[in-house]
């Protein structure tokens, strides 16, 4: 059997039987160790030993459920309330104000989260009530607070910014720099286009009656709720950005300072430690054991040549190398339409990344713009994460089918922030550059 | 069905226990990265453990954390095509697929399994300045192997049981 035939084999099992519903995790690992066995025997099965003990002793990846139950402190001491109540005083009384505050709001959450599902979920108990009760037009309530959710991925910390710098071997602290103003200029997009939509059609989105705006006193004390947040948000950027710690040591200073601040508020239990600690072993370990089979199906694959037939595919195509960029980068979101991100990442990119060194570009702006690209798969359905952290907490009478509507201008304007940091790179590479060079 | 059940509660209760546990191993490698941090900051003498041991507990953390994931159903998969199934059917496709969970668990258990023993047996430890075993890393992976395994069937037997009964495990017990 040749490569491809091997290939086109290979994918349509795991297509099948990801349709069934198993665990991603168990498709990735058995169809790699299937092939394994039926294409080198029983001696074959052995290439799963040594990428799993690599995997088990990359400590920089501890830094993925420390951020996690960072996040998760933070979350659960109220601190999405208390901005969602400062975003309201400041922007109810403008066209489309609240769901601006919720996209500002999402942006923070970022900030302080490595992950898509929290803001999400966050702003869906707190934002979206307040939305619909203005009269919001479901669709633009919910898609904004989908896109929102997604910039967790992209604003620092990031746990795919983390898992791609331990595939592609970059410094975890330049992807993180690198997805700051990208983060930004996506967040922008967005407010722009809510402002312009709700000025053409004002009832989408109305104003806040008079009577109900915030005097300006209310406001400058609203703002209280931001500090703590912040001061958190810029002791771990500080520590990553000015290299005075590991980034798995700043997010035990995270974790700590998550602490603090709840403590602070007055809202720190034994019993909320107790949850969160067991909340993020369990999605740390989801992630950790795709990642695990992903690595063990990387090897078999790799082992069979894969590399080259993958490259001889892609510099045959004979389009450049932008053609070869763009078709990589709508392989992503074709994929992303099916599996998550962690799956994708180790999936492609070791066999994506010698081949965009080849055609001379930057792996660490490549590692950018397969974030900025992920952030879409979280969208696009049948398989978008947002979309199922949606509907858990959607009130009824919003179909799924809804939600698929609402997605879809902001999965356009993630492709063009997309299209604009592939245009200009400078806006994901200004900011790494200008810190650690 | 006595000794089934018997099998299902010792394993969906190791499964959740051992969870609990290494879920803990994250407050250690809190406590060891600060002590990290402090010593070399403040006085300029980094550990020559701290680094280690947070790798290996985090290991060992997120390999034996797979089992509780299982057996809360948390391991993500594509279920928008199976959705519109009946619920008995999905559990039916659920127990059907088994067998590629198994396999996976299985090649861990056996593969891990052989490699921890030449490490077990030779009580290894780690090249470097600190120097721990490091045969108990080893081990987790074919031990986390095993717990997958173990939980992957006591979902199987609670997905049959729905499947061929229409009533769900839990509802069982009740009965019982």
Known sequence: MDMATITLLMFGVMVLLLCTGLPVAFVIGSVGIIFAYFLWGPGGLSMVIYPTYGLSLTFLLAAVPLFIFMGLILQKSGIADDLFEAMYKWAGGLRGGMAVGTVIVCAIIAAMVGISGAATVAMGLIALPAMLKRNYSKYLATGTIQAGGALGLLIPPSIPFLVYAFVAQQSAGMLFASGVLPGLLLCSLYIVYILVRSALQPELAPALPPEERATLREKMLSLKALVLPFAVIFSVMACVVLGITTITEASVIGALGAMVAATVQRKLTFRMIRESLERTTIVTAMVMWIALAAVCFGSIYTGLGAAKMVKDVFLGLGLGPWGVLICMQLSFFVLGMFLDDTAILFLTVPLYLPIVKQLGFDPLWFGTLFVINMQMAFLTPPYGLNLFYMKGVVPRGITMTDLYWSVWPFVLIQAVGLALVMIFPQIALWLPNAVFR | ?176
């Open chain 2, 1 to 176: 069905m006595k000794p089934l059940a018997l099998f299902v509660k010792v394993v969906d209760g190791a499964s959740v226990v051992v969870g609990k546990i290494v879920g803990y191993f994250m407050v250690l490698v809190m406590i060891s990265s600060t002590i990290e941090i402090v010593s070399r900051y403040f006085f300029n003498s980094p550990t020559i453990w701290a680094y280690e041991f947070g790798q290996y507990l985090f290991g060992a953390y997120f390999l034996l954390a797979g089992a509780i994931t299982l057996y809360y159903r948390e391991h993500v998969g594509m279920d928008v095509v199976v959705s519109h199934l009946s619920p008995r059917k999905q559990a039916l496709l659920n127990a059907l697929t088994y067998v590629f969970a198994a396999l996976f668990c299985g090649v861990l258990v056996y593969k891990g399994g052989q490699f921890a023993y030449k490490s077990v047996i030779h009580l290894e430890r780690a090249a470097s300045v600190w120097a721990p075993p490091i045969w108990p890393l080893k081990t987790a992976l074919p031990v986390a192997g095993l717990l997958m395994l173990l939980q992957a069937t006591s979902n199987l037997i609670k997905d049959l049981y729905f499947a061929v009964t229409g009533k769900t495990w839990a509802e069982r017990e009740v009965n019982a």
